[in-house]
């Protein structure tokens, strides 16, 4: 339900009230500390500790550009406000009790308005920071409300303590304005007793001094999780209790807050470096370039500059580059009016505010891609040979290359050996010499690039989803057409989206694929820097910098994929996926350790469920197995490969998901030999010697529907929670849930047979004179088993032989 014209009106007069409020002595507006944003700069942490931030013009103007969908969603916001500053400031402060009058101003003055909802709520709303961070915390007691007495008497203004060590005391207003897409992570909470919040010691000089890095050496593996409904626990030794461990494994509040207490005290990313800027240009060619970002569209007239309009001109991001405040609107009117006293300048701003919409947007959302597209389209103009135009327009999103991850070939594939199609002659499988010289580094807008860095680069067939790749060789051009350009030789890291997987496959939190595709990229297609952990080192910290700074994008890779055989080959060994110069380096990708192991989340294929996507990958049969070890069909034992590169073909047979949960060979042929049950997780368990479980029948609700393939799109799998399954029977050899798809049958069972009490006492009164006679037997052995075997005749036996008697008589 919209707010209507006359809610609107209403909202603002309680705005009005709520502004023009002034103590009951005095002219001093109550709501001066409340109607702007509380500087970033100088208060840092309030940002931190407030999840939702609001301020009263920020409010106003949302308002009146009807961005709420609802009257509740306003006040909420309000509310906010207030409760904002009551959760951060100390209770007997003026700002805290000027929070607490104007909350009741609110209130009052909203239920004067019979248009406005009146079912108003006395506690703060679920995202205010007294509800968020209860949740990682005791239940604290609520905050008493202050009597009338109080709030009409005169403010009493406390004077500050000095703060003790590592802590944060609360003195500054609480009112700025965070939209709501902004991502915010659970922060320590303040105790009900005191306005300090504590905070464990971190300093970036005590975390240099931990040497807990992991070497990048042969058989440094990850625990790994096997397949279950249930779920189990991962132990600390790197064991897994019962079979169903991983499967939708839930991350806790303390390991989000040991990640979070983390890159909280990382070293702060300084921003661009003074290299790699545009040359000198006049300014009308900076507002012809304006221009082109402000007009472009695509095909059907969608004006791709209001993604980049959207973004606030307050540097309000964390983890920015800078904290000043910037627009598109801001640089045209800096540009308009000759403020750029050099081209660097000019690009420099550009650079950075491609860099808040990146931060601001979601990633891989439309808006995102726009600004990814954008900002290709920025470069290009940029570069010393621009694309001809106005207009402007790209078959590939002016990209350098015809296709990216998923639909590129290497350039000896063809349409008829590639079932899928694709674009042939995009990639190689090895790092090219031919007329190049390679180079230690290149620097581009403020980049230093070196090798065995990690970039996100354009890609032609997504903007919204960037290539994630690996740098393995810096050169410059020695070719005449091309004679002292410089370009990257990149390996590319293929995402979820990008592989074929079965349906029932989960991914692990921004996890990647290394893969055996190698392109050669201008630096222009480069969007920024990026990190990529394999999976080693990534559950023990995070990267040192300068490989990676907080407010960067940082992925995680356990597995290569072949797209051409469709395999996922855990990584054994790290050293081959990294170029052979910074193999064995003390020196590449050191960590800051973790106080202990935390896994990353992880999530169900990108294909399935409400918020599914399209891709090059999709639904389909794979194989899994570890790098360096195939499975016998035949005896199930594993053999060493045959093969060298852990990408290339091999002859050896690998168990997978066939067509119809068949073995699978190496081809992709399917064989009936024997059915093969998907193991659902895609991490196998530790690097040891192990069983190869037994064949056991697929009797899971998907098979027994037809499979994934006769449900089609529109199938939603979810795992079943643990604290559900554990009341359920399981399979003993799966440990899978038992589901039936009926009741059992009402079948009348026979009786069991039943004997009388009598009877009973007879047979237990024989049993115990045998053993009474067995223990006192003074005689020959033979002569007490003859006594031991004269028992009394039964009466059947006595009645049988009086009426044989009485028939022969007669």
């Given amino acids: 339900m919209t707010v209507t014209t006359a809610q609107r009106a209403a909202i603002e007069q309680v705005i009005n009230v709520i502004i023009s409020t002034t103590p009951s002595r005095g002219k001093r507006q109550l709501s001066a500390m409340f109607v702007d944003l509380v500087d970033r700069k100088e208060y840092p942490e309030y940002y931190e500790l407030v999840p939702e931030p609001r301020c009263l013009s920020d409010i106003r103007a949302s308002v009146e550009k009807s961005r709420y969908k609802d009257a509740m969603s ?38 004067k308005h019979s248009v406005l909802p009146s079912d108003l709520r006395a506690s703060p709303p679920p995202s205010s920071a007294q509800k968020v961070h209860a949740k990682l915390t005791a239940p604290a007691p609520a905050t008493p ?44 909470p303040r105790t009900p007793q005191s306005s300090v919040l504590q905070l464990r010691p971190l300093s970036v000089e005590m975390d240099v001094d931990v040497e807990a890095d992991v070497d990048v050496v042969e058989g440094d593996s990850v625990m790994g999780t096997s397949a279950g409904v249930g779920g189990g626990e991962i132990l600390a030794g790197g064991e897994a209790e019962g079979a169903g461990v991983g499967m939708g494994m839930e991350r806790d509040s303390e390991s989000d807050e040991i990640v979070r207490v983390l890159e909280k ?36 007239g969608n004006r791709f ?15 920015l580059s800078y904290t000043t405040a910037l627009s598109l609107k801001s640089i045209e009117t800096k540009n308009r009016t000759k403020q750029y006293e050099s081209s660097k300048d000019f690009d420099m701003d550009m650079t950075q505010l491609f860099e ?16 990814l597209l954008l900002q290709r389209l920025y470069q290009a103009l940029t570069s010393t040979n621009p694309p001809p135009g106005p207009p402007y327009s790209s078959t590939t999103n002016f990209a350098s290359l015809r296709a990216g991850p998923g639909t590129a070939r290497p350039v000896h594939a063809t349409h008829t050996a590639d079932p899928e199609g694709g674009v042939p002659g995009v990639t190689t499988f090895r790092v090219s010499n031919k007329d190049r010289t390679f180079v230690d580094e290149v620097q581009y807008k ?31 051009s020695d070719e005449s057409a091309k004679k002292g350009q410089p370009g990257l030789t990149m390996c590319w890291y293929y995402r979820p989206e990008q592989t074929f997987h079965p349906a029932q496959r989960q991914f692990w939190e921004g996890e990647v694929f290394k ?33 990676w700074y907080p407010g960067w994008p940082l992925y995680v890779c356990d597995s290569r994929y072949n797209d051409r055989e469709r395999v996922f080959v855990r990584i054994k060994n790290w050293n081959s996926c990294v170029p052979e110069e910074v193999r064995k380096s003390d020196e590449f990708m050191p960590i800051y350790p973790f106080e202990r192991t935390v896994f990353p989340r992880r999530f169900a294929s990108p294909f399935i469920g409400k918020g599914a996507i399209k891709g090059p990958g999709g639904i389909g049969h ?45 081809g992709g042929n399917p064989s009936s030999a024997q059915p093969f049950q998907y193991q659902a997780s895609h991490l196998s368990l530790p690097l040891q010697p192990h069983r190869v479980p037994p064949v056991v029948e697929d009797r899971s609700i998907v098979s027994a529907a037809g499979g994934i393939a006769l449900l089609g799109g529109h199938a939603h799998i979810e795992k079943l929670p643990s604290e559900t399954a554990k009341y359920f029977d399981r399979d003993p050899e799966t440990n899978e849930v038992l589901w039936f798809s009926a009741p059992p049958l009402n079948v009348a069972h026979p009786p069991a047979p039943k004997y009388s009490l009598a009877y009973l006492h007879f047979l237990a009164t024989k049993r115990k004179k045998e053993k009474e006679d067995a223990d006192n037997m003074d005689v020959d052995h033979e002569a007490a088993k003859k006594q031991r075997l004269r028992t009394p005749p039964t009466v059947t036996e006595s009645l049988s032989t009086l009426f044989a008697d009485m028939s022969r008589s007669t």
């Fill in 622 to 666: 794979s194989v899994e197995r570890v790098e360096g070890e195939t499975v016998d069909a035949g005896t199930g034992r594993k053999r060493p490969r045959r093969t060298a590169g852990g990408d290339g073909p091999s002859k050896g047979l690998y168990v997978g998901l066939g067509t119809q949960g068949s073995i699978t060979t190496a």
């Fill in 265 to 300: 005290g990382l070293p702060k990313w300084k921003g661009f470096e003074n290299v790699g800027w545009m040359g000198n240009v006049g300014h009308e060619r900076h507002i012809d370039i304006i221009h082109a970002i402000k007009s472009y569209k695509d095909v059907v």
């Fill in 515 to 547: 893969t055996s595709h190698f392109a050669d990229h201008p630096l222009e297609d480069i969007i920024e820097k990026i990190a990529c952990q394999f999976t080693a080192r990534h559950i023990r910290g995070r990267p040192r910098p300068p490989f």
């Fill in 145 to 188: 409300e202050p009597t009338p007495a109080a709030r009409t008497s005169t403010p009493r203004i406390s004077t500050p303590k000095p703060a003790a060590p590592n802590t944060l005391r609360a003195s500054v207003p609480a009112a700025a304005s965070v939209p709501a897409t902004s991502k915010t992570v659970p922060i320590l």
């Fill in 74 to 111: 306003a006040y909420t916001d309000l509310s906010l406000v207030f409760w904002n500053a009551i959760f951060y400031n100390e209770s007997e402060s003026q700002i805290a009790q000027d929070a607490v009058t104007l909350k009741d101003v609110l209130d009052s003055e909203w239920r």
């Fill in 356 to 371: 808040k919409a990146r931060r601001w947007h979601e990633p891989s959302s439309e808006s995102y891609g726009r600004i």
């Fill in 446 to 476: 403020g980049w230093t690039i070196k090798l065995a860095d990690w970039l996100h680069l354009s890609n032609p067939d997504d903007p919204g989803r960037p290539i994630v790749a690996q740098v393995f060789k810096c050169w410059v």
């Fill in 305 to 319: 500059a209001a993604a980049l309009e959207a973004v606030p001109e307050e540097s309000t991001i964390p983890y």
